[in-house]
């Protein structure tokens, strides 16, 4: 049947990729949308086992051999030869014996699905970085976006210098802050994270400074070590340092000035050695200009300010965050969800308002309630999901033009505002003004 030609026909109609080995992992046939998306053609792989195409750098792992191992249908992203990432569904198929007759995998090309190809030349680039750039991009996959971030956070973890990492809630900073914790000489001390806003002001003084015995009512008779001094040799993340009271601020100045601190109740200053790194989803130059920041803090924290972008404005990470949570919650939930390539996509092209964290527990969430081992597009949340756009009214006729385009429109800004949760940035977003944003708005309140 494989080598019939109304089979050949058939599966050189379909877009995806087709690939079919053998029950011991040899090709047997493969499609012409194949032989597109990889750039191989058929007579180089026909008759290949799956171990030889890897040895000769054709794909990174063989998704078919995992399936003959594991003899279950799998769900992978494969890093083919020339750049291309696509996404690799393969199922054994038995005989009556259960003994595996082939495997079949379904090839999709993520990086025209998501519309996200990049110049050619942008590909060779990072395909030809150095090993170390390699090993940067998997040791920390998830962070800062472009490689040339990665290499600046690795060469400032090599110094002592305050970093202030700024962006949106949930974008990584704590995680930027502990890989270039990682990557210092301080990466065998201390890690102490310091959440200023999580902290109640009064208690946030002790906290960070430590007190002496008998300091204050309820206070330890033997007294208690602080953060500051808990991150001795190590390193102190202040995050979200814009939510430090005022009166603390001028003592944290003095601990990045000089390196030392009074515990509360004492009149000894005790020496540290820590490095700083703050963090924050405030613009901390507005709250200087009102008065609620310290100007001279402000400068002393910035030396290396650092933006780590929106997830949104990061979009080439998405595919190997929403893996690396697969097989990660999948390992600790003992489960073995995967994806359809269409739920991949669906996923791939939502706005992830919440960033990482959102990301991170809408994965966990799909795998712990999953029913079935693939999730599908009708089984990911309501506001994931696109909605469609009506073309017809409920006669059958179809709809105005001008009624269309109202409902494109609409669907447009309810879609930025939900992203940009502001008319200000959802209009930069869509390249109007915001004045047309509030206007429309304002419309379609007056009418619902």
């Not at 305050?162 to 201390?190: D, F, N, Q, W």
């Not at 959102?358 to 949340?381: D, F, G, H, M, R």
């Not at 409920?394 to 001008?402: A, C, V, Y």
């Not at 930069?428 to 379609?444: C, N, P, R």
Request: hydrophobic share 40%.
């Amino acid at each position: 049947m494989l080598a019939s030609k109304m089979f050949s026909d058939m599966i050189n109609s379909l877009y995806d990729g087709v690939y079919i080995t053998d029950g011991y992992g040899f090709t047997v046939k493969v499609n012409t949308a194949y032989e597109r998306i990889t750039g191989i053609s058929s007579e180089k792989i026909i008759g290949l086992h799956m171990n030889d195409l890897e040895k000769a750098g054709y794909i990174s792992k063989s998704v078919s051999v995992q399936v003959i191992q594991e003899k279950k249908s799998l769900t992978r992203m494969q890093e083919l030869a020339n750049g291309r990432k696509v996404i690799v569904s393969a199922s054994p198929v038995f005989n009556q014996e259960q003994t595996i007759l082939y495997v079949v995998s379904s090839v999709r090309d993520i990086t025209e699905l998501i519309q996200l190809k990049a110049e050619n030349n942008e590909l060779k680039e990072s395909k030809a970085g150095s090993e170390t750039a390699a090993n940067e991009t998997e040791d920390f996959p998830f962070i800062a976006g472009d490689l040339e971030t990665k290499r600046l956070m690795r060469k400032i973890a090599k110094t002592d210098v305050t970093v202030c990492l700024t962006g949106e809630s949930g974008v990584g900073k704590t995680m930027s802050a502990s890989y270039i914790h990682r990557h210092s000489l301080r990466k065998g001390h201390p890690f102490i994270e310091v959440n200023c806003g999580a902290l109640p002001a009064n208690l946030i003084e002790a906290e960070l400074f430590g007190y002496v015995g008998g300091a204050f009512t309820g206070a330890l008779s033997k007294g208690k070590k602080g953060l500051i001094e808990m991150a001795n040799r190590g390193t102190l993340f202040l995050d979200e340092i814009g939510d430090m009271p005022l009166e603390l601020q001028v003592k944290l100045l003095k601990v990045l000035d000089d390196f030392s601190f009074m515990p509360v109740g004492s009149t000894v200053p005790r020496k540290v050695d820590i490095r700083v790194i703050a963090a924050t989803n405030q613009p901390l130059e507005e709250l200087v200009e009102k008065g609620m920041f310290r100007e001279d803090l402000y400068y002393r924290l910035t030396v290396v300010p650092m933006c780590i972008l929106p997830l949104r404005e990061r979009k080439k990470e998405i595919p190997g965050l929403l893996t690396y949570y697969l097989e990660r919650f999948n390992a600790a939930h003992q489960e073995a969800v995967t994806l359809s390539a269409e739920a991949f996509d669906e996923l791939c092209e939502y706005g992830w308002p919440g960033n990482i964290r959102e990301l991170k527990n809408v994965i966990e969430y799909l795998i712990v309630t999953a029913s079935s081992t693939q999730v599908n597009v009708e089984q990911l949340p309501a506001k994931i999901q696109r909605e469609p756009l009506v073309e017809f009214s409920l006669d059958g006729s179809i709809i105005p033009l001008k009624k269309a385009t109202d409902q494109v429109e609409r669907h447009l800004i309810e879609k930025a505002m939900r992203i940009h949760k502001t008319t200000r940035k959802a209009a930069e977003a869509l390249q109007v003004s915001q004045s047309t944003i509030v206007a429309k708005m304002k419309g379609w309140a007056s009418s619902d």
